[in-house]
């Protein structure tokens, strides 16, 4: 796919790409052993522009429970997270919908450079069918 499709919403990537983007990820799930890349889900519209997948939902209230605010076992941020994720089921709150996404995609960015660094500085040790990570 072009950078620029890449970088766009879903919903407004060339009609073509969207097309053929579920057959051309169904292609390579066998051959790098993706399995359940793609599952069977339902969504929510609550207006024209707000559709949210159910999992989109679920990784946003992740990501608000254990990312919006700092706290180390402080209480209060703790249950400042959890009403915030509550209020963002509700309709009128679809914005806290997004900011969780946002959050959730900064986490994937996070994990993701960590597992790049841990693969190029060698920690990563093949071991039978598993790999493992020495972290010192």
Known sequence: LPLVQCKQRFTANDTQLRKEAKETIQNNVDKYNLLELIYGSFSCQSTYSHRFSASDV???????????????????????????????????????????????????????????????????????????????
């Not at 994720?85 to 959050?103: N, P």
């Open 58 to 136: 679920a990784h946003s209230i992740t990501a608000v429970l254990r990312f919006r605010k700092s706290a180390h076992q402080n209480s209060n941020i703790l249950q400042e997270n959890f009403m915030w994720a509550l209020d963002s089921l509700s309709r009128e709150h679809h914005t806290h919908i997004y900011e969780g996404i946002e959050l959730y995609k900064l986490f994937l960015k996070v994990l993701m450079e960590e597992v790049q660094t841990l693969l190029t500085t060698g920690h990563v040790i093949p071991s039978a069918s598993v790999l493992q990570c020495v972290l010192t």
